[in-house]
């Protein structure tokens, strides 16, 4: 397919007369006219050409037959493109929006998430690094607000689900499940073994990179203790995880009565994403349903903590709260990057992460401005981290 790139009336000018083309520009406004004899000259070379031209020039275009390298992009005059991370953080600041889905991966969701929040905007959250890193300051914001957060994690949309109708004061914990990920059976001597493709091939998952690492390593339910810790105001004592290969239950209430509640379905994103959009309703769909009867059985084991020792940080981290969250979430980010890029091993992941909690400088009450410094001090540790099981 045809890729897009973007450039300004200005610079397309500028272009034609020099028949020089670069890869990436901006655009501001639409160049209306046909295409000259220069571009199509390089479009017959087979040359990368950049430009934003109106209907009459794209018809131009199809009858080309070399356009394997041209891109080109048509927006309308009424459309304003915004790019980069400071696009990111203006459209995050829209307020004429009923509701912002925030799926960003890692902890680049944190500033949409709270810019939306400020500007009045429920926010339907997938994620997690959001409260993870700064859980504290998005709750006084949603609460200065008068905002909501839609859970869109599965076993955090669960939750939201078993606790309808319930009052938190009847509670007794909150039990999250996990699958175990890939190495759940594999033995702990052999992890010294494990790449980058074991790690992505997680058994009935289908997700990102980064989160599919993380369900290898376990950090990823140990950040989602930290986010159910904020989402639904309860202590750290009061939330367990189970391991429950078929992940058919997405996560668990108990009630201080001794009852629970579970939330089940098949392990596909879908649902938490409909109800996170159509909530307080369940609208019909026509998605393959769980079949009971076709299950067999449900599995449930206690997690292991000495095999998965990112569940444990994180739950360190969440006891003592401060900065170590935000330095948690940040080192394990970049740990993951760094072992996909072949740089470290697998068993490098916790040792960073741990060593990133020790060494930082703790600060109770962060703000804002001191997390975001965190952040680039534990990203420039983790990358000044040499393997030792390379």
Known sequence: GLDYHFVTREKFDELLQKNSFFEHANIFNNYYGTLKKPVLESLSAGKNVLFDIDWQGTQQLKKI????????????????????????????????????????????GMEPTINALNSEVDVALSNKESLVMAGAIINQTKEKNNTKIFPVDSEHSAIWQCLAGESMDDVNKIILTGSGGPFRTLDIEKFHDITPEKALNHPNWEMGNKITIDSSTMMNKGLEVIEAF???????????????????????????????????????????????????????TDWEKLDLTK???????????????????????????GTTPAVLNVANEQAVYRFLNHEIGFNDIPSIIEMACDKHHFIKDPSLDEILNIEKWATDFVKSYKSKTL
Not at 255 to 268: M, N, R, Y
Not at 300 to 320: G, H, N, S, T, W
Request: hydrophobic residues 45%; contains cysteine; aromatic residues 10%.
């Open 65 to 108: 037959k070399s356009l394997s390298l041209v891109t080109f992009f048509i927006l309308p005059p009424n459309i304003k493109l915004l790019k980069e991370r400071s696009g990111l953080l203006e459209l995050s600041t829209l307020n004429d929006v009923d509701l912002m889905i925030n799926a960003l991966v890692g902890s680049s």
């Open 295 to 321: 299950l067999g059985k449900l599995t449930f084991e206690e997690p292991d903590y000495i095999k998965f020792p990112c569940m444990r940080l994180a739950f360190e981290a969440l006891k003592v709260q």
């Open 230 to 284: 904020w989402l639904f105001n309860i202590t750290e004592e009061s939330i367990e995880i189970v391991i429950h290969p078929e992940s058919i239950i997405h996560s668990m209430v108990e009630f201080k009565d001794k009852s629970v509640k579970a939330q089940l379905g098949l392990p596909d994103m879908k649902i938490p994403i409909q109800y996170a959009l159509t909530y307080p309703r369940h609208f019909k």
